[in-house]
């Protein structure tokens, strides 16, 4: 079964930067979507960013575009999300995802990390 572990959360000053971490298990050695993904306290699940496994293509939301970079490095099977110029809108528990089937139908989530700014 796939599991999805974050690290890296935390509090940091309007301006400053954080490195989020998710570590894999459990994935295939097939093709498969990463993603992640945040929420702020009453608001709805925000997608953030997301990478193919295969080809390294990325996108991003809005929001974050010129600021965050998704990576990944598939040896160690592990999702990085690198957030700069963090401003006091990006607070929000931070979820990664894994969609297997790449449709964008993500089934496995790991348990989030808080970040605050």
């Known amino acids: 079964d796939v599991q999805l572990v974050e690290s890296g959360g935390g509090s940091v000053q309007a301006g400053g930067a954080l490195r989020l971490s998710c570590v894999a298990s459990?994935?295939?050695?097939?093709?498969?979507?990463m993603a992640w993904f945040r929420q702020a306290p009453g608001k709805e699940r925000e997608w953030v960013a997301s990478?193919?496994?295969?080809?390294?293509?990325?996108k991003y939301g809005d929001s974050v575009k010129g600021r965050f970079t998704i990576s990944q490095d598939n040896v160690k099977k592990t999702l990085y999300l690198q957030m700069n110029s963090l401003k006091t809108e990006d607070t929000a528990v931070y979820y990664c995802?894994?969609?297997?089937?790449?449709?964008?139908?993500?089934?496995?989530w790991g348990q989030g990390t808080q970040v605050t700014v």
């Open positions: 459990g994935l295939p050695d097939s093709n498969y979507l």
């Open positions: 990478i193919i496994s295969s080809t390294g293509t990325r």
């Open positions: 995802a894994a969609d297997l089937t790449c449709v964008g139908k993500f089934g496995y």
